[in-house]
């Protein structure tokens, strides 16, 4: 039974709180990654970069496109699949490398393509750190997907991924927008792995700390499949909201605390509009990516992102960064609600913000509208 009731503007709070998203801003981007527990990787860069775009959100222009990568390069983060996450967290994935893939097709895809491993392996040891044009596609069983089986050299690109995941690949930094790959053993630090449950357990532990507030899953995302255990933390009740959530008891603790608010355009990677159900629950905001879809069928765009204002989401913003014209195209400004005085002030000045992060010399509004 539940044994806490929050109302929605506490049950808020907490997330905001927990995601890093007060007027609080971090001390640095490593402390940033080990409280979030990851950033989310794509490299969409309409605006910027799902990494870079999360990270400017909370720590604002002292944070520099490219930073992520210069981390990475310093070894003090590491990425793996979709993810990038803080090196010292590290042991907590070693167990589960080991044992990856359980899925049996990819399982099966690596046992038939044993001496195209062998082969990726020996060369990027020989001249490591390698980009994946820099493999020779020699799969003996293709990698296909798709109708037809398309695979133009999309062995290559999952044979590094998988290599990644099993912990015999690292990436080490970027040339332009490829990666770079190295053998793991010359780039992680020699450490001991954190056995499967325990490790789980306390990955679900900081999973909760970093959304604050939380329903239990079936199943992980971001590659954390560590939803399938209890969750911890004090079970509550959200007025408004049906069945019952996990917070972390520290900012359950704090609730009432004085809040204090700012605003933020965040990317649509971002965590905190991660979990669509979730976000409609307790921000009543509605949100999705339209990329994929046809531009006749777009609402709000092909890389809107959301604006918070305080303590709720109050629109979307249309934009696209002109890198050549040195000029963030502003298309419109969605309106959940209509703005007032303040909350405009605030939104275009987020966005003048972005704008010089960006390092563009200007913002266009007139194609706004």
């Given at each position: 039974?539940?044994?806490?009731?929050?109302?929605?503007?506490?049950?808020?709070?907490?997330?905001l709180?927990?995601?890093?998203?007060?007027?609080?801003?971090?001390?640095?981007?490593v402390?940033?990654?080990?409280?979030l527990?990851?950033?989310?990787?794509?490299?969409?860069?309409?605006?910027?970069?799902?990494?870079?775009l999360?990270?400017?959100?909370?720590?604002?222009?002292?944070?520099?496109?490219?930073?992520?990568?210069?981390?990475?390069?310093?070894?003090?983060?590491?990425?793996?699949?979709?993810?990038?996450?803080?090196?010292?967290?590290?042991?907590?994935?070693?167990?589960?490398?080991?044992?990856?893939?359980?899925?049996?097709?990819?399982?099966?895809?690596l046992?038939?393509?044993?001496?195209?491993?062998?082969?990726?392996?020996?060369?990027?040891?020989?001249?490591?750190?390698?980009?994946?044009?820099?493999?020779?596609?020699?799969?003996?069983?293709?990698?296909t997907?798709?109708?037809?089986?398309?695979?133009?050299?999309?062995?290559?690109?999952?044979?590094?991924?998988?290599?990644?995941?099993?912990?015999?690949?690292?990436?080490?930094?970027?040339?332009?927008?490829?990666?770079?790959?190295?053998?793991?053993?010359?780039?992680?630090?020699?450490?001991?792995?954190?056995?499967?449950?325990?490790?789980?357990?306390?990955?679900?532990?900081?999973?909760?700390?970093?959304?604050?507030?939380?329903?239990k899953?079936?199943?992980?995302?971001?590659?954390?499949?560590?939803?399938?255990?209890?969750?911890?933390?004090?079970?509550?009740?959200?007025?408004?909201?049906?069945g019952?959530?996990?917070?972390?008891?520290?900012?359950?603790?704090?609730?009432?605390?004085?809040?204090?608010?700012?605003?933020?355009?965040?990317?649509?990677?971002?965590?905190?509009?991660?979990?669509?159900?979730?976000?409609?629950?307790?921000?009543?905001?509605?949100y999705?990516?339209?990329?994929?879809?046809?531009?006749?069928?777009?609402?709000?765009g092909?890389?809107?992102?959301?604006?918070?204002?305080?303590?709720?989401?109050?629109?979307?913003?249309?934009?696209?960064?002109?890198?050549?014209?040195?000029?963030?195209?502003?298309?419109?400004?969605?309106?959940?609600?209509?703005?007032?005085?303040?909350?405009?002030?605030?939104?275009?000045?987020?966005?003048?913000?972005?704008?010089?992060?960006?390092?563009?010399?200007?913002?266009?509004?007139?194609r706004?509208?």
């Amino acid at each position: 039974m539940a044994t806490h009731r929050l109302t929605v503007q506490q049950a808020r709070r907490i997330a905001l709180r927990a995601q890093l998203l007060d007027a609080r801003r971090p001390v640095d981007l490593v402390h940033l990654v080990e409280d979030l527990t990851y950033l989310a990787v794509d490299p969409t860069s309409a605006v910027a970069p799902a990494v870079d775009l999360v990270a400017w959100s909370r720590l604002g222009n002292e944070y520099w496109i490219g930073a992520v990568d210069d981390a990475i390069t310093d070894r003090m983060l590491f990425q793996l699949r979709g993810t990038v996450r803080s090196m010292g967290d590290l042991p907590l994935y070693l167990e589960q490398m080991a044992q990856w893939p359980q899925n049996e097709t990819m399982r099966q895809w690596l046992t038939d393509n044993a001496e195209f491993e062998r082969e990726v392996l020996a060369l990027v040891e020989a001249e490591g750190p390698v980009l994946a044009k820099d493999v020779p596609d020699t799969a003996r069983v293709p990698y296909t997907w798709g109708a037809e089986g398309w695979s133009s050299r999309r062995s290559v690109a999952e044979m590094l991924e998988a290599l990644n995941m099993q912990g015999k690949l690292a990436m080490v930094g970027r040339k332009g927008r490829q990666r770079l790959w190295d053998l793991a053993e010359r780039v992680y630090p020699q450490v001991e792995a954190v056995p499967l449950e325990e490790a789980l357990r306390e990955r679900v532990d900081r999973r909760l700390a970093a959304e604050g507030i939380a329903r239990k899953r079936a199943q992980g995302r971001s590659g954390d499949g560590a939803w399938w255990v209890d969750l911890p933390g004090e079970v509550v009740q959200v007025e408004g909201c049906d069945g019952e959530w996990h917070v972390d008891p520290e900012l359950l603790d704090h609730a009432d605390d004085d809040f204090e608010p700012r605003t933020a355009l965040l990317s649509p990677f971002d965590a905190l509009v991660a979990d669509r159900p979730r976000l409609l629950d307790l921000f009543d905001y509605e949100y999705t990516l339209e990329m994929y879809k046809p531009k006749g069928k777009r609402r709000w765009g092909y890389f809107a992102l959301p604006i918070l204002h305080g303590e709720r989401f109050v629109g979307k913003l249309d934009a696209k960064a002109d890198r050549k014209e040195g000029v963030l195209c502003v298309f419109a400004v969605h309106e959940d609600l209509p703005f007032d005085g303040a909350t405009t002030d605030a939104v275009h000045a987020e966005v003048e913000q972005l704008a010089a992060w960006l390092g563009l010399g200007r913002v266009d509004y007139a194609r706004s509208g």
